[in-house]
Every structure is written in C-alpha cells, then in structure tokens.
C-alpha cells in the first residue's frame, strides 16, 4: 500500500490511499452502486461506501478500466481514496460493504464491466 495520509475530520480513523500505483477505483452512484453489488455476487472484490458522496469504490489493476465508464462512474487513475479501517461495516463515515481480504481486494475488470453496463444500460455505457 502506499503511504497513507490523514483524511478530513468527518472520515473518522480513515486514511488516504492515492489511486494509480497499486489499484485504480472505480466511483459509482450508490443507486447503481448497489445493483453492481448485486450482479456480481461472489465476484465482488472489496467495496468502500463513502455516505457522504453517495458513492461506492471498487478497486481494479491499474490500468485496467481506461476508457470505459458510464455517466454515474468515474475512473480514478490519480487521486486518493479514504479506506476506512479494515473491518469497519457501518459508519459514521466510509466503510466497507465488502471488506478486503487477503486474496480479494480486486475485483474482476470483465465482470465489474458488464454490471456496470447492466446497471447504467448499454446505450449509456462507453468503451
């Protein structure tokens, strides 16, 4: 992991991990958030939930998602992410829906890719 900094006051114990050296995130709207949730089952890697966006976080190779998305997901490539402490399930704050563990931090771009589409919809997603 690189190395974290502190992150704002209302991120309680979560620190920053700069995105793009061992994972890029993928922030999805919560609503369509949830459905990829859903889609992917046993597939999901570790899943950050940020109430304060109102968006999820799911972590890929770097790399992995250039140019694909759809309107309610970003890529982040550069920037960091606030991980909340390992196991922490419910707020206040970021926490996980999906905690990380020893194998399963990453999820699968190609599955990640076609609930992505199924959620936003075909016409909405990129390539």
Not at 69 to 81: E, H, K, P
């Amino acid at each position: 992991m690189p190395t974290p900094a502190v992150c704002p006051a209302q991120a309680v114990d979560c620190v920053l991990h700069a995105a793009g050296i061992n994972w890029d995130a993928i922030r999805v709207e919560h609503t369509i958030g949830l459905s990829v949730m859903r889609s992917l089952g046993s597939r999901c890697g570790a899943v950050v939930d940020d109430p304060y966006e109102r968006v999820l976080y799911w972590f890929v190779p770097v790399g992995a998602a250039n140019g694909w998305g759809c309107t309610s997901t970003r890529i982040l490539s550069r920037g960091a992410v606030a991980l909340p402490p390992p196991r922490r399930v419910v707020g206040p704050g970021p926490h996980w829906r999906v905690c990380p563990g020893d194998n399963n931090w990453i999820t699968t771009p190609e599955p990640l890719k076609a609930a992505l589409q199924e959620a936003c919809g075909e016409a909405a997603m990129r390539s």
